[in-house]
């Protein structure tokens, strides 16, 4: 029974988890917007939600038993791969981050998140009229 | 729990700015400095600014790795009667290029604003996530 109930939280915990995770990549872009040489970083959400929910559904992970041990790609939060945005608009200093890009994905990313967590809210009160009558 | 993080990340963006703002300002206040405790004319200074980790996933804040002297040449302006002028008439006055200086304080405050947005959507957030299953 609890497995079900695990099952039907499953999926918007780990999409919040991997939201949270990317928008604290976006913050550290928007940050570094006039570090020289810096590259802007973001994760491909949709694959990284999809092999992070079937990763849950058995894919191993490997154990580390030494802190020096390398960590698979499935170590960040739903094995999210951290990629390199192509710029559009390169600058002479090396900077990729592009702000317009950032601050929306970054706003986009919010409202994704508040999206899950009202999901999340509603599947917990179905929950509980079904439970209490 | 990686929104906790980017109060790290946008509080040290924040403290770079800032550090950036205060350079500008002594950059911009001493602009006619001739002369200082040392007996040479102010140099303007710069940030650096580089990357930080603030947490092992991947995401970096940012720290001041440097102030720098500007290496730009000294202005000369030509002021005979000035008590510091050469015998030529020129008085060596401080390479602070006002203009450059009123930019970058626009782009640091520009900056800090945005960092501070940050700081409350991410506080907005995890009001939010406090409040699952209410």
């Known amino acids: 029974m609890t497995s079900k109930l695990d099952d039907v939280l499953n999926f918007h915990q780990t999409a919040l988890n991997l939201r949270s995770h990317r928008q604290q990549l976006l913050a550290g872009n928007i940050a570094n917007a006039d570090t020289p040489n810096f590259k802007a970083r973001d994760i491909d959400f949709s694959g990284a939600l999809q092999g992070a929910l079937s990763a849950r559904s058995g894919n191993p992970v490997m154990a580390r038993t030494s802190p020096r041990h390398l960590g698979s790609a499935n170590e960040n939060p739903g094995g999210a791969q951290v990629l390199y945005r192509a710029p559009h608009q390169p600058s002479i200093d090396g900077n990729t981050v592009d702000m317009n890009t950032e601050r929306a994905q970054f706003a986009d990313n919010a409202i994704h998140y508040e999206a899950n967590l009202t999901f999340i809210s509603g599947q917990i009160k179905t929950l509980l009229a079904a439970i209490q009558g | ?134």
Request: overall charge neutral; hydrophobic content about 40%.
């Open chain 2, 1 to 134: 729990m990686s929104l906790f993080n980017v109060f790290d990340i946008a509080g040290s963006a924040m403290a770079a700015q800032s550090q950036r703002l205060n350079v500008v300002a002594s950059n911009l206040s001493n602009a006619d400095s001739a002369t200082s405790s040392t007996g040479q004319p102010y140099r303007a200074r710069q940030v650096v600014f580089s990357t930080a980790q603030v947490s092992p996933q991947g995401a970096s804040g940012v720290r001041v790795a440097d102030v720098i002297d500007d290496p730009s040449p000294m202005k000369q302006v030509y002021e005979p009667k000035h008590p510091l002028a050469n015998a030529e008439g020129y008085v060596t006055m401080p390479n602070v290029n006002v203009v450059e200086e009123m930019v970058n304080m626009i782009s640091a405050s520009r900056s800090y604003q945005t960092n501070v947005e940050m700081m409350n959507t991410a506080k907005t957030l995890l009001l939010k996530t406090l409040t699952i299953g209410q």
